[in-house]
């Protein structure tokens, strides 16, 4: 999970992952771009933490702006991936009215987003 571009292939709405450069905290700054309901949405994630093989903290600034978490913890010769992710939607992509449909959206993202995960893992793609 360290690479994004691996990011770019398991998460359904990152359209893009450019313009990489590492950081001294062996962490990543990038551009991003998410598409949420047909709308590009960009700005820049830089990974304030990392803990190697147990923890990334993402900020994203820009349209989108939030934090994005990922714990890794070795269980039963496996390893679970928890995956918070906290941010805030523009005024004109989330209304009242659209607030619904946006948490069935998310549910849906991490779902896939885990389940694509698990499999490049156990396919050794990742």
Same mark, same amino acid.
């Given at each position: 999970m360290d690479d994004p571009a691996n @990011? =770019?292939?398991v998460? $359904?709405?990152l359209a893009a992952a450019q313009n990489v450069e590492g950081? $001294? &905290?062996g962490g990543k700054r990038l551009d991003y771009t998410f598409r949420?309901? #047909?709308v590009s949405l960009s700005g820049e994630l830089e990974e304030v933490e990392r803990t190697e093989n147990? @923890?990334? /903290?993402?900020e994203m600034r820009g349209q989108l702006s939030g934090a994005i978490e990922l714990g890794f913890e070795a269980v039963d010769g496996g390893t679970r991936l928890t995956y918070t992710g906290r941010y805030e939607v523009p #005024?004109? =992509?989330l209304?009242? =009215?659209?607030r619904p449909f946006v948490a069935r959206y998310n549910e849906r993202e991490l779902s896939t987003t /885990?389940? &694509?995960v698990r499999t490049h893992v156990e396919t050794d793609v990742l």
């Open positions: @990011h =770019v292939t998460t $359904p709405s950081l $001294p &905290n949420m309901a #047909g147990e @923890h990334m /903290l993402f #005024g004109r =992509v209304s009242a =009215v659209a /885990l389940a &694509n």
